[in-house]
């Protein structure tokens, strides 16, 4: 008896990839490309979240849509989606400043455990007694859309100006919270009986914990050797950081930890370690986010049938409320009960736990394991996070005045570029003056740079001098400083502190945070006769 003959040469020949299907395919996705970056300054404009228009893109050249497109491969949309949402955490972690999340770190820990577990059981329990849905359907919609989405968290957070100690709770917290969520969804998704309880918590401290190892030693090496090794190209700083940054995510999930944790932690780490080409490295991160965002909303957009939707559209409005209303806010009130809160906070923290395509992504988990009512468990996940997302984001900045949460136009901080000068031992750093810098109005010699590091040439209006002690700066003026290795450090430290203090920096207290000791009494001396 024999199988079934193999396809003719020909018929395996028409099914490969050709130049011809390869011009088309990229034809389309920069046609794609275009219209989703077109489409950015829609969103910020609007304050919706970019993925609602991406999600939308992909519905629009969908089998429902004008493009027709029929694609129902939910296990490459997991794993695309999982490999974008790794470069999503990385730009994220990338971009957070250590001093504004040290603070929030208990309690965005706190909402990623105490307060992930309470969303998922009251909204597991909602979805069972008022949606019908069985227990397995319910504990995975609780499960999935109990992690707050990084890419929606750090769009939409990081154009509304929010006091530091409640974007470092957020954006930390969406970063830790994908950790747990993806084991419980795991969990409910394999066949058979779920876990006891305490072996799935026991199984999520685990995994926390080898994942928040093994990213931090990832990331210090990985900044220990960018700071010592001078490559020869500026352009290759920001593909060895994103490869570190990656392997860590790769070295944690074949450790068995949490490889979400990882990456981010690394990122962290990294984005601030003052590396070499930092605000390049930044740059090149972030438009990798953007594509990482691009390509796993169209994808999704594509995965969906919206004909599908229809009976599922009332369910997720129902649990979409029980999420918003009851569970979000109930678990934030548990999670921060230690830390005494104010109310005002606690109800923006409740109202900022923005959905996206994380949720989605994970929504897949069951289709792909083949779970009895997995596609209705996506349907509703897939209606509930855009009719939410759509609710939350505009809506999140007129809260937060409200409120009187939001913060006045603060002097931002001051991008510098630096490159090592390896055979001279120094570095040469670049900045620019922003419009809201208050080094605007200083001179030179006033901003009482550490011995051995000085301003060799100002940039103005496209012509370049070099700079007397008495010349004053301008908004929009470009800095080369030279400094050498020892006190590199301390002349960015004086760069940020000026910036944001003024000349006085340091003396009246502002921007001392970002002073050093050496630093400090090597330039007071030449600081207080510049001032008299």
């Known amino acids: ?74 296990e490459l949309t997991q794993l695309l989606g999982y490999a974008a949402l790794v470069v999503i ?21 706190m909402l990623s455990t105490v307060g992930v577990a309470v969303s998922v059981g009251v909204t597991a329990a909602g979805a069972h007694y008022l949606a019908g849905l069985d227990w397995r359907q319910a504990l995975l919609i ?56 305490y072996a799935l918590l026991g199984k999520i401290a685990l995994e926390l914990a080898i994942g928040a190892a093994v990213g931090l030693a990832v990331g210090w090496l990985g900044a220990y050797g960018m700071r010592h090794v001078a490559l020869p190209a500026s352009g290759l700083y920001p593909i060895a950081v994103m490869a570190i940054a990656v392997s860590a995510y790769a070295a944690g999930a074949l450790a068995h930890g949490s490889g979400f944790l990882a990456v981010y932690l690394a990122a962290v780490v ?124 505009p809506t999140l900045p007129w809260l937060a005045r409200r409120l009187r949460l939001g913060d006045g136009e603060e002097a931002a901080d001051l991008g510098i570029e630096s490159a090592p000068l390896e055979r001279l031992r120094g570095h040469l750093l670049s900045t620019s003056i922003g419009p809201a810098s208050r080094m605007h109005g200083v001179e030179v010699g006033e901003l009482r740079m550490p011995a051995g590091a000085a301003v060799t040439l100002v940039v103005r209006d496209g012509s370049s001098f070099v700079p007397s002690p008495t010349t004053v700066l301008r908004r929009g003026d470009e800095l ?28 009246l207290g502002t921007g001392g945070h970002l002073g050093h000791r050496g630093h400090r009494g090597q330039g007071g001396q030449r600081g207080g006769r510049a001032a008299g």
């Open 1 to 74: 008896m024999t199988g079934p003959r193999p396809p003719p040469a020909r018929a395996r020949k028409d099914r490969l990839l050709t130049v011809h299907h390869l011009n088309e395919l990229l034809l389309v996705c920069s046609l794609v490309l275009l219209i989703a970056v077109a489409a950015v300054r829609l969103s910020s404009r609007s304050g919706l979240p970019s993925l609602l228009i991406y999600l939308g893109i992909g519905i629009a050249i969908g089998q429902d849509g004008l493009g027709g497109i029929v694609f129902h491969n939910a």
């Open 89 to 109: 955490l990385a730009e994220g972690g990338l971009g957070t400043k250590w001093k504004e999340i040290k603070p929030a770190l208990p309690q965005a820990a």
């Open 142 to 197: 609780g499960a999935v859309v109990s992690s707050t989405d990084a890419a929606a968290v750090f769009s939409v957070l990081r154009n509304v100006p929010l006091p530091s100690r409640l974007t470092g709770v957020l954006e930390a917290e969406s970063g830790f919270n994908d950790a747990p969520v993806v084991i419980l969804v795991v969990a409910f998704s394999t066949a058979g009986p779920v876990e006891h309880w």
């Open 270 to 393: 990294l984005g601030n370690a003052k590396l070499p080409h930092a605000p390049a490295t930044r740059g090149f991160a972030e438009g990798l986010g953007w594509i990482g965002q691009i390509g796993m909303f169209v994808l999704l957009g594509l995965l969906v049938t919206p004909h599908n939707l229809l009976d599922d559209i009332v369910p997720a409005l129902v649990i979409g409320m029980i999420l918003t209303l009851v569970a979000r806010p109930l678990s934030v009130l548990l999670s921060l009960l230690p830390f005494r809160v104010p109310w005002r906070e606690q109800t923006l923290l409740s109202w900022a736990g923005l959905r996206g395509a994380v949720p989605i992504v994970l929504a897949t988990i069951p289709m792909v394991t083949n779970i009895p009512g997995s596609e209705t468990v996506f349907n509703i996940v897939f209606v509930l996070v855009v009719v939410y997302t759509f609710v939350q984001g």
């Open 480 to 507: 080369l400083v030279v400094a050498t290795d020892p006190v590199r450090d301390a002349a960015e430290r004086r760069l940020q502190a000026v910036s944001q203090g003024g000349k006085l920096a340091g003396w």
